[in-house]
C-alpha cells in the first residue's frame, strides 16, 4: 500500500518536473551549490581555528570565501524560484477548477492545497537536497578523520527511522481527519455563526491532536540524537591521538549536522502522507 502510494506521488511530481524541467533544474543546482559550500564550512572552520594558533589567516580567507559563495548561490536561487513556483501553482489550480464533479466550497479547499503540492516541490525539495548533501557529506569526513565514530552515527540511522514508524498510522490517520474537515470550511461560514463556531472549535482540536502526535514524535528522535551525539564525543575524544582543538570543532559540527538531518525523516513522512492525501483528492 505505502509503495503504491509512494510511486503515485513520485508519478506526479515527475509529471509536473517534465513541464517545467530547465526552471527547476536551475533551481535545484544553485540549492546543490549553496549547501556544498555551507558543507564546508565545519572543516574550514576548524582548519581556521588551529592556523590562527599559530598565526596562518590562509583558512580564514577561503572560509571567507565559502560564506560568500553560499549566500550568493541562494541569493541567485531566491530571486529566480517565485516566478516559476506561482506559475505551476496557478496550473495546477487552474487545471482542477475545470473539473465540474465538487462543489465549491470543496473546490476552494482543494484549490487551497494545491499550494502545498508546490511546497514539495519549493520548500521539501529544497530541504532534502540540503539534507542529502549533509549526510552523505558528513558520513564521508567523519569516516576520513575516525571510522568508529563513523559506524556510531551510522547506527542511529536505524534507531531513529524506526522511532517514526512507531507513530506513522497515527500521524496519517491525523492528516486525513483534517483535511476533510477543511473542505468543509466555507459551507460552515455560509450556513451562519453557530455553523462557523462549530467548524473553527473542530479545527482546533484537530490541530491540537496533530501538534501532540507530531510533538511525541520530535521528542522521542531528539531524544535519540542527544544519546548519539553524546556517545560520538565520548568516542571522538578516547579513540583519536593528538586530535586538535580544529578537529574535534570539525568532528563535532560534522556528527551534529548528520544527527540533525536524520531528523528530517519525521518531516518526510508527515510532508508524504499529506501530499499523498491532497493529491487523492485532486485527481
Known sequence: MIILKVEHLMNKLITIFKQYKSQLTWIYMFMVLTELSILSTPF???????????????????????????????????????????????????????????????????????????????????????????????????????????????????????????????????????????????????????????????????????STIMGKNWFLVNSIKYIFLILSIILLITTTKDITVGGVVTIYSYVNNFLISLLSAPVAIEMFLHISDVLKRLD
Open 44 to 210: 574550514l572552520l576548524g582548519k581556521s581555528i588551529d592556523g590562527l594558533m599559530i598565526g596562518n589567516w590562509y583558512w580564514v580567507a577561503l572560509l571567507g570565501v565559502s560564506y560568500f559563495l553560499s549566500n550568493f548561490f541562494n541569493y541567485k536561487r531566491m530571486v529566480y524560484d517565485t516566478k516559476v513556483y506561482t506559475t505551476i501553482y496557478n496550473d495546477i489550480a487552474l487545471t482542477f477548477l475545470k473539473k465540474d464533479h465538487v462543489d465549491v466550497s470543496t473546490k476552494i479547499a482543494r484549490t487551497d492545497m494545491a499550494h502545498d503540492i508546490v511546497k514539495v516541490l519549493e520548500s521539501y525539495v529544497h530541504y532534502y537536497i540540503a539534507t542529502i548533501v549533509t549526510i552523505i557529506g558528513s558520513l564521508i569526513f567523519i569516516y576520513s578523520e575516525n571510522w568508529q565514530v563513523g559506524v556510531l552515527v551510522s547506527v542511529a540511522i536505524f534507531f531513529i527511522i524506526s522511532a517514526v514508524f512507531i507513530l506513522y498510522k497515527k500521524i496519517k490517520q491525523s492528516i486525513t481527519i483534517s483535511n476533510n474537515h477543511y473542505e468543509k470550511k466555507a459551507k460552515a461560514i455560509e450556513d451562519g455563526y453557530t455553523s462557523s463556531k462549530s467548524f473553527f472549535n473542530r479545527r482546533r482540536k484537530i490541530e491540537i491532536c496533530q
